[in-house]
């Protein structure tokens, strides 16, 4: 249960208004009360603890598409604490006020063979300014196809676009060139 709390407040972290702690005991009694109905309600024998991961695995699908939730036992079967998989593009980002900011580029990645490096801009994606909320922009990156078009202003040179498609990644969020602090 502590995994599947630690991803539902994370989810409602990234909302447009943080919630406050009274907002987010609410959230979680609703969702207690809904896994507390399934056990009353069910035809079948269910284990509370499954119901949670299914909690929590239903949001980090609502929250990204290509995201998965791994029980502590599915990570050890799966051994992604050796080599750890992810999907993406292979970069690292933040918001602050000039915008979107690249952090790290992970080597061999669509973005380190694109040219992206730490300091770039990212100006737009797929056509779309990219100015206004965080959330926006990690819609834009997660939702939609697995090929992407950035505009991005490197920190010395021109304004270009970058086609990236995102892949599997070898990546433990480790290596790779990362921005100064």
Known sequence: ????????????AVAAEPPTV??????????EAQVALIERESA?????????????????????????????AELAIHGLGNEPMRVGFGFDWRRDADGV???????GSPAAKAGLHPGCRIIAAGGVPVDGDRRG???ALARGPDRKVLRIRPVAGE??????????????GLAGTAAPA
């Open 22 to 31: 009274r907002e987010l005991v609410d959230r979680l009694k609703q969702i």
């Open 159 to 172: 304004t270009a676009d970058v086609d990236l498609t995102r892949t599997e990644l070898r990546d433990d």
């Open 44 to 72: 079948l024998p269910v284990d509370r603890a499954d119901l949670w991961a299914g909690a929590a695995r239903g949001m980090v699908e609502a929250a990204d598409p290509h995201g998965s939730y791994l029980s502590a």
């Open 1 to 12: 249960m502590r995994h599947t709390l630690v991803c539902l407040i994370a989810s409602l």
């Open 101 to 107: 900011l690249v952090t790290r580029v992970v080597p």
């Open 137 to 139: 922009f990690a819609e």
